[in-house]
């Protein structure tokens, strides 16, 4: 899952992206449980997600590139009222793609998210056409809004 994550988001090489390590992780399970979830089989994982709950203005403030995937998190402090939840990152083994596994995860915890947070938006930093759907799908089936940050999807 790391390799995959290293080929899809080459976060090492872009400063305004989180490069995902156990510091991280923790930062993250500190916002809320359900940040990072996974799904695995006798091999190890086929599925994680990272989601980040957040207030709206980070939310607006990082949809208009006033700051970086990175400050989003610094600036989002755990114990606070979430209202928004950024659709970080999926990744999905290739043996597991269309079965909704990332679809049904993330719903999943969404909607753990939502027992203790009112949460009004979804938004997303898209990668790929692929992932865009997979937002847009996503967000329907939550029956929240969903906004993106500007960059173009390739």
Known sequence: MIQLA???????????????DQNVITRLQALHPATVSEQSDVNGPFVWILLIPTSQEI??????????????????????????????SAMVL??????????NLTLTA????????TISYLYVWPFSTAGELAAKRIAELASLPLLKRGRAVE
Request: negative net charge.
């Open 6 to 20: 290293e080929d899809v988001f080459d976060a090492k090489s872009d400063p305004e992206q989180l490069d995902v």
């Open 59 to 88: 939310m607006h403030d990082f949809l208009d590139e006033k700051i970086s995937e990175k400050l989003l998190l610094e600036r989002t402090m755990p114990g606070t009222s979430f209202e928004a939840i950024y659709l970080c």
């Open 94 to 103: 290739e043996e597991y793609w269309g079965k909704g596994v990332a679809k």
């Open 110 to 117: 969404i909607d753990l998210m939502r027992r203790d947070h």
